[in-house]
């Protein structure tokens, strides 16, 4: 319990970073004390000290349609999210790109009927 406790608190903080032709995000892990908050427009959001839950929830990707990967679920992250022309933010290309990065898993649902 203490050593998952000393991980948390003290990840690895890398930045990371993935980008599509629509959209790029960064994102690194950050101790888990602090306060959590959020900067959104149309093509952008940020988010600092966030579950990647709390994250995709304000992406409005739906949550039926993944799972967080367990190793992930309570590591803190800051996160930033952008369109790349400016234009609005599609759900349906947040969420392929957070697939991509590895922090979301499609749920099985989903990955069956798109051939994920």
């Keep these: 319990m203490g050593s998952l406790i000393l991980a948390l608190q003290f990840p690895d903080t890398r930045l990371h970073t ?12 950050t ?3 602090g306060n959590e908050n959020f900067y959104f427009t149309d093509s952008e959001v940020q988010a600092n000290n966030s579950t990647i839950r709390n994250f995709v929830q304000l992406l409005n990707v739906k949550e039926k349609n993944f799972v967080v990967n367990d190793s992930l679920r309570y590591y803190r992250y800051n996160f930033k999210i952008k369109s ?13 790109i957070l697939i991509d ?7 099985k649902d989903v990955s069956e009927k798109n051939n994920f």
């Design 18 to 29: 993935v980008q599509d032709d629509k959209i790029f995000i960064t994102f690194s892990k």
């Design 31 to 33: 101790p888990v004390l």
């Design 84 to 96: 790349l022309n400016n234009e609005k933010l599609e759900s349906s290309a947040v969420q392929k």
């Design 101 to 107: 990065a590895k922090l979301i898993e499609p749920s």
